[in-house]
């Protein structure tokens, strides 16, 4: 019983100073306080954020995603503000975590609550600038939302400027490959087979194997066909990855 009373007690301070300072600077600070220099360095390299690569200037605490989802476990009903301000942070592993939250909100959500999280996220997306960021989020939120709906969005944000807005149209037809529906991930592909980044060929690539090993392996032969011959040769290698070898080698 006492140890049943000090929870409860430590619950609602943590509650009082939520409702005081507001809960991104709370999980900000649980954030850091598991940083490690070390690897920090190490994802930094990972991740490309040396100067002219693809994520330049993002910075890490150097915590792994486990570690990040505990924390996100223990601030999953935070306000979507709060969550709107961590994701600002000029830290890796705090967008992420705001972004973890958004996912865990959503898949807990009404209709009603669903269509707020999937507006916020698309008007963050200068802020779900990784690939990791992008591939935790965008199947779960963007691709499941539009689920039944018109995927419009998917062209506008297949053809805009930003890379991870290409990788976000890409990555949300996830969803619907999941389902057996090939059409808007072929159709998204079509849109990006010419693009200039190493990131969207995989992307594409990853998606089309997809279609080949959850919705018919004939389709995915059929757009290979008619493309094959003019896709940059890593989406190539990602879409036939899992072929048997004499296909393999018959598109390579």
Same mark, same amino acid.
């Given at each position: ?29 649980? *954030? ?25 200037? /993002? ?9 990040? &989802? ?39 959500? /009404? ?8 507006? *916020? ?5 200068? @802020?779900?600038?990784?690939?990791? *960021? ?11 939302? *539009?689920?039944?709906?018109?995927? =419009? ?27 057996? /529906? =090939?059409?808007?991930?072929? &159709? ?27 919705? =018919?392996?004939? =389709?995915?032969?059929? @757009?290979? /066909? ?27």
């Amino acid at each position: 019983m006492r140890n049943r009373r000090r929870r409860s007690e430590k619950a609602e301070d943590r509650m009082k100073d939520r409702s005081g300072r507001g809960e991104a600077p709370i999980i900000r600070a649980e *954030l850091r306080a598991l940083a490690d220099p070390a690897k920090a360095v190490v994802l930094a390299r990972f991740f490309k954020t040396g100067r002219g690569e693809y994520a330049e200037g /993002d910075r890490f605490h150097g915590i792994v995603v486990p570690k990040v &989802r505990t924390v996100v476990k223990a601030h999953r009903d935070a306000p979507l503000e709060e969550v709107r301000k961590l994701m600002r942070s000029g830290f890796h592993e705090e967008r992420l975590a705001a972004l973890l939250i958004l996912v865990d909100q959503y898949q807990r959500g /009404d209709d009603a609550q669903r269509k707020v999280i999937y507006d *916020l996220y698309l008007a963050c997306t200068a @802020f779900i600038n990784n690939w990791d *960021l992008v591939d935790l989020t965008a199947p779960r939120i963007v691709g499941h939302y *539009l689920i039944g709906k018109d995927t =419009s969005i998917l062209t506008r944000l297949a053809r805009s400027d930003s890379l991870w807005e290409r990788r976000i149209a890409a990555l949300a037809t996830f969803q619907f490959i999941c389902r057996g /529906d =090939s059409r808007d991930a072929l &159709r998204i592909a079509e849109l990006l087979l010419h693009d200039p980044h190493d990131l969207i060929h995989k992307a594409v690539g990853w998606m089309l194997r997809e279609v080949g090993k959850r919705c =018919s392996m004939e =389709s995915e032969c059929r @757009f290979l /066909d008619k493309h094959a011959c003019r896709m940059p040769r890593t989406m190539l290698r990602y879409a036939i990855e899992r072929f048997p070898e004499k296909l393999r080698q018959h598109y390579m």
